[in-house]
């Protein structure tokens, strides 16, 4: 069982030796040894905006928009977005309780260690996902596992502070994911950065959300391959998915870096 009211008492993002990366964003760990960077607009940053259905709820189809970067290898990774949502598409209101709030197509969703979404195979889509609501809604579900897809387990962990409405427009937001291998399970932290954009330049005010150490606690007994910790890459994705977002969403300063323990 997962304790909601706990809150973390670390909130400092350590400064080191060559603390940002080229769009001038701090980076929280520091880069692997030969480490691999890849940057939004670079080979293989691609951005669609297209229509799609629900597998959970059926005759009803929303917008959806991606940005993704499609590179083999990241394990160990840190990887960052800067996000502006001007507003959320008519069905996210339409469309309650299915759509919404702590339901479906209501947030960003971080996907991580995955790979191409099917209904077929085993590892199908199989990945973490750090999930930032767009209106906070009491952090809900900020912490997922999937496995096959669309199989899904959710979780609310504890964090260190309460997650902000973030829709509006010209309002910048900076959003950070990272996994971890460590000896025990998977390391998985979220980061938010509500300072946004300045001057044209990431205002770098991040702050940690949560820190959680996957040891297989997080799944389900009706979704077995949700349980063990994800301790391997299943692809080549690391996607940035807003559904119900509206077409002029933009981002900027993304990236994905090979990072180290500290």
Known sequence: MINNSTRFADTTIPKHQDSFDRFKVQKIYRDAVQSRVVYQGERGWTERYSRHGYHSIPRVSIWRKIF?????????????IYLSLPKLKPEYYQHRPAIGPCATGSGLSIKLRGGGHSNTGED???CYIFHFEYEGNNNCNNFQKEAPHPKYSK???????DAQNWIGPNKWVGFKAVTINEKNGVRCEAYIDYGGIINNRPANQWKKWYSILDMGQFGEPTKPQTIPPFRTTNGNVIQFRMDNADIGTQSRFASVREIQNR
């Open 124 to 126: 199908s889509a199989k």
């Open 155 to 161: 979780y609310t962990v504890p964090t260190l502070f």
């Open 68 to 80: 993704q970067f499609n590179r083999d290898g990241f394990l160990n990774q840190e990887a960052t």
